[in-house]
C-alpha cells in the first residue's frame, strides 16, 4: 500500500512519524510533496521517505492519499489533481481543519471514497486521538484500512461532523491545556524545593499514569478521585482549595473559548 501526504506541516509530519516508528508502514511506501521544496525535501532527509515532483504525482501513485495543506490551499490543490483520483483505487484521507465531506465531494468526486480526519500531535509517538468520519461511498475493507492507518497510531473514534469543533477542544487543543497543568504542577515542586527537571518528569508521570488509569478502569473519574481522597486527608484539603480557586470552571471556560473559536472559523 502506498501512503501520499499532500503537505507536509506539523501535523502530517507527526503522523508520517508514528506510522514509521510503529512499523506500520515502510519509509519508501510514503510518498510526499508540498508548496515548498525546502520543507519536503528536510522531512524526506530526515525519515527516508520518498518525494514526488508534483502535487499530481503523489495523486496519481497512491492508495491513500492524505490531504494535509491549509484551509485556503485545499480548493486549488484539489482542483489541480482531480484528474488523478481514481475512485477504484484512491481514498482520500483529509486532514483540513474545517472542509466538510460535502465540500470535499464537490471538489473531489462524489464516487471518491473520502475519510475526514481530525488527529492530535500524539500521534507522533502513537498516542494520538483522532475523530473520523467517512462518506458513504467508503466502506468495508477501504474504510478498516483508512482508520487503521489513526488506530495504528493511537485511538479513533467516529463522530458526526458537527461534533468535531468539541472534539478539536477536547483533543486537539488540549495537549496544550495539559502541558500547562504539568508545568503548574512541576513549578509547585519547585517552590518546596526540587529542580524543575525532578518535579517536570514526577508530575509528567503522575498524569500519564493518572490517564491510563482512567482508560482502564470502570470507574469514572471522579470514582477514581474517591480512592485517592482519604476521610480529611491532604488530598481532599487541596481537591478543595483547588476547586475555591476555580480549577474546574476555568477548564470548562477554556473548553468554551476553544470551540467558540473553531466555530468562527
Request: net charge negative.
Amino acid at each position: 500500500m502506498k501512503i501520499g501526504f499532500i503537505g507536509v506541516g506539523g501535523m502530517a509530519q507527526a503522523i508520517i512519524k508514528g506510522l514509521i516508528s510503529q512499523a506500520q508502514v515502510k519509509p519508501a511506501d510514503i510518498l510526499i510533496h508540498s508548496a515548498h521544496a525546502s520543507t519536503y525535501e528536510k522531512v524526506a532527509a530526515a525519515t527516508g521517505v520518498q518525494v514526488a515532483t508534483s502535487n499530481a504525482e503523489v495523486a496519481a501513485n497512491s492508495d491513500q492519499l492524505a490531504l494535509a495543506v491549509t484551509p485556503n490551499a485545499a480548493v486549488p490543490v484539489l482542483k489541480e489533481i482531480r484528474d488523478q483520483l481514481d475512485p477504484k483505487r484512491t481514498t482520500l484521507i483529509s486532514i483540513v481543519a474545517g472542509l466538510s465531506l460535502e465540500r470535499l465531494e464537490e471538489l473531489a468526486g462524489y464516487d471518491l471514497p473520502i475519510l475526514r480526519t481530525l488527529p492530535n500531535l500524539n500521534v507522533a509517538i502513537g498516542a494520538g486521538m483522532t475523530a473520523v468520519h467517512a462518506n458513504e461511498a467508503l466502506t468495508g475493507d477501504r474504510l478498516d484500512a483508512a482508520t487503521g492507518l489513526f488506530n495504528h497510531i493511537g485511538s479513533t473514534v467516529t463522530l458526526p461532523e458537527d461534533d468535531f469543533a468539541t472534539f478539536s477542544a477536547l483533543a486537539g487543543s488540549s495537549p496544550a491545556y495539559v502541558y500547562f497543568f504539568i508545568d503548574s504542577l512541576s513549578r509547585a515542586g519547585v517552590k518546596y524545593g526540587l529542580t524543575k527537571a525532578q518535579a517536570t518528569k514526577i508530575a509528567a508521570q503522575a498524569v500519564m499514569g493518572s490517564a491510563q488509569m482512567v482508560l482502564a478502569s470502570d470507574e469514572n473519574p471522579f470514582g477514581l478521585i474517591d480512592q485517592v481522597s482519604s476521610p480529611g486527608g491532604s488530598t481532599v484539603a487541596g481537591l478543595l482549595a483547588m476547586e475555591e480557586a476555580g480549577f474546574m470552571t476555568s477548564v470548562v471556560k477554556g473548553i468554551d473559548a476553544t470551540i467558540a473559536r473553531n466555530n468562527a472559523e
